[in-house]
């Protein structure tokens, strides 16, 4: 069976479907990867065959609005550059899948291969990795730019996503996705989020110790482990200067905003004052120049990536913005994890790190030496946090979600509709 996958995003949401199609291949499966550009050398080093969606300066110059990184606003821009990319996506599918040949691996927002499913009759899955996208009346997530504590009854926080959906979303989404639909004879959508998960079949690739969503929602879904992919990214092991730092003293902090965020400078400005602060040693990870200051003591290394399963480990705590895949590995590693949440999931992520007892949370206002340090002191002195971080590092031993979604993958492919079936 040849599979076609379609990651739309960031690193976060392209190496996890990466390391699921590198899987599929091994196990013997025809599979071609489309994807934004820069993420060309990275399928070129799993020797997976690439189809660039949009040019490396398109998504330069996407990951460069700050807009980008402010909870509203934020979704209305990433939707903009998301639409650019729905009628490339159909045409190369409908160019190279077939029904019945074919089983087309799609993101959440690679919303061609929606519409390639409707017009076309393909084969589709639906990824969705965050539990945002799950969807839930009892349990609603926290959206960007609304904490809203879980005091608040689950109606009105269900209410308020309603309205998220219809006053942010809509306008930002439906209108380009109509008007292509429009010119393919397909009628309109009302509700985005209800339509771009797959009749056929959606992969939730998070656990459900994580996070369990309400099956009858999304009767088709099925939920994997986490699919760590972090062997996948710009560089497989960490650089001879990191491995030398790792080893010349006791375990550092570690922090990180995310591939994508070109406006952190604040955030390692307070990171450098909170290691100084504690007395502990740090590792800044920030691939984007100009972000971090450049006055850096021998106890605080600067490297603009490492893989996070190499070098977490062999860390104290972790700081980050809060993405599903920087979530999930610092998991794996058994540390705390302090978020300071910056749009998108980041907040319910957040939620669900403080439920487990792994983790706190600062916003971006209050992320400053005089909190971030007696919050981290607090997470890396309290027996509970540890007990937690252990618990959570042997469940995340005991599972494989590449492994699973792969799984998933070849049980739809036995059991999917084909045109004599």
């Not at 110059?61 to 939707?79: D, H």
Request: hydrophobic letters at 45%; one cysteine or more; charged letters at 20%.
């Amino acid at each position: 069976m040849r599979v076609l996958a379609v990651a739309v995003g960031s690193h976060g949401d392209v190496l996890p479907l990466l390391a699921i199609v590198t899987e599929l291949r091994r196990r013997g499966h025809a599979v071609t990867l489309a994807a934004p550009a820069p993420f060309a050398a990275m399928a070129a080093r799993a020797d997976l065959p690439f189809f660039a969606l949009g040019t490396e300066e398109d998504y330069r110059r996407a990951a460069a609005e700050t807009g980008l990184w402010r909870p509203w606003r934020g979704v209305r821009l990433m939707f903009r550059h998301v639409s650019v990319l729905t009628e490339p996506t159909y045409a190369w599918l409908a160019g190279n899948a077939r029904p019945g040949e074919s089983v087309v691996l799609a993101s959440t927002l690679a919303l061609g291969a929606r519409v390639a499913q409707e017009k076309l009759g393909l084969d589709v899955i639906t990824v969705h990795l965050m539990p945002l996208l799950a969807g839930s009346r009892t349990d609603p997530p926290i959206l960007p730019g609304l904490p809203l504590p879980d005091s608040v009854p689950a109606r009105f926080r269900h209410w308020i996503g309603r309205g998220a959906d219809r006053f942010v979303i809509g306008p930002a989404a439906l209108p380009a996705l109509n008007a292509f639909r429009a010119s393919l004879d397909l009628p309109p959508v009302h509700r985005l989020r209800r339509w771009w998960s797959s009749p056929q079949r959606v992969l939730f690739t998070f656990p459900r110790w994580y996070a369990a969503p309400q099956p009858h929602r999304i009767p088709q879904a099925q939920q994997v482990g986490f699919p760590l992919a972090d062997r996948f990214g710009d560089v497989a092991e960490p650089s001879a200067a990191l491995t030398r730092f790792l080893d010349e003293g006791p375990p550092p902090l570690a922090f990180t905003y995310g591939s994508a965020m070109s406006r952190s400078q604040a955030f390692f400005r307070t990171a450098l004052r909170v290691c100084t602060g504690l007395g502990r040693r740090g590792i800044l990870l920030a691939p984007q120049g100009g972000q971090v200051p450049t006055d850096l003591p021998a106890s605080v290394l600067h490297v603009p990536y490492a893989p996070f399963s190499r070098v977490l480990p062999r860390c104290a705590a972790l700081v980050h913005h809060g993405g599903i895949g920087t979530v999930a590995q610092a998991l794996a590693a058994g540390i705390p994890q302090l978020v300071v949440p910056v749009a998108y999931d980041h907040f319910d992520e957040a939620r669900w790190l403080r439920r487990l007892g792994v983790g706190a949370a600062l916003s971006q206002r209050r992320f400053t030496p005089a909190r971030a340090a007696p919050t981290l002191r607090r997470l890396l002195s309290d027996p509970r946090v540890a007990q937690a971080c252990t618990a959570a590092k042997l469940r995340m031993a005991q599972e494989d979600g590449v492994v699973e979604a792969c799984d998933a993958v070849e049980t739809f492919i036995r059991t999917a509709r084909r045109p004599d079936g």
